[in-house]
């Protein structure tokens, strides 16, 4: 049986546009698009080639909307990969975000942040 690929995970924020533009300057990675989405909302693809994010938000406020999957911060959290995490530790520090709970145990060394949303993001390197 051949195993799936993760292609991307669609989450639900405040500004689409600055959660965008904060992960592009944290990991690097590019909008590979942009455009209308349900419930009159805005929808920006934020990533590599292989994979993305799909920043997500709704034309009302997302704490205002009935639908579950509408609720900023719903999930556990994000996880990253990086090559640097130092660099990109460096830069989540400098962007104002307080980095906690760093970890180094198998397979690698991690920490977590808050975006402004109260949505965690774990980044963690493998080397």
Same mark, same amino acid.
């Given at each position: ?35 209308? $989405?349900?419930? &009159? =909302? /805005? ?6 080639? @292989? *994979?993305?994010? +799909? #920043? ?13 999957? $509408?609720?900023? &911060? =719903? /999930? ?6 990086? @090559? *640097?995490?130092? +660099? #990109? ?13 760093? $970890? ?12 402004? *949303? ?10």
């Amino acid at each position: 049986m051949q195993s799936g690929t993760l292609e991307h995970v669609n989450f639900t924020v405040s500004d689409s546009e600055k959660t965008a533009a904060m992960l592009c300057a944290l990991f690097g990675w590019k909008i590979r698009w942009r455009g209308p $989405a349900k419930d &009159g =909302g /805005l929808s920006i693809h934020v990533g590599t080639e @292989d *994979d993305y994010l +799909a #920043v997500y938000m709704p034309q009302a406020s997302p704490d205002e909307m009935p639908n579950p999957n $509408a609720i900023s &911060g =719903g /999930l556990n959290h994000i996880g990253v990969l990086v @090559d *640097d995490l130092d +660099a #990109v530790e460096r830069r989540v520090v400098d962007a104002g975000f307080s980095p906690f709970n760093h $970890a180094d145990y198998e397979p690698g060394r991690r920490f977590y942040f808050l975006d402004n *949303d109260g949505i965690e993001f774990e980044v963690v390197s493998y080397e």
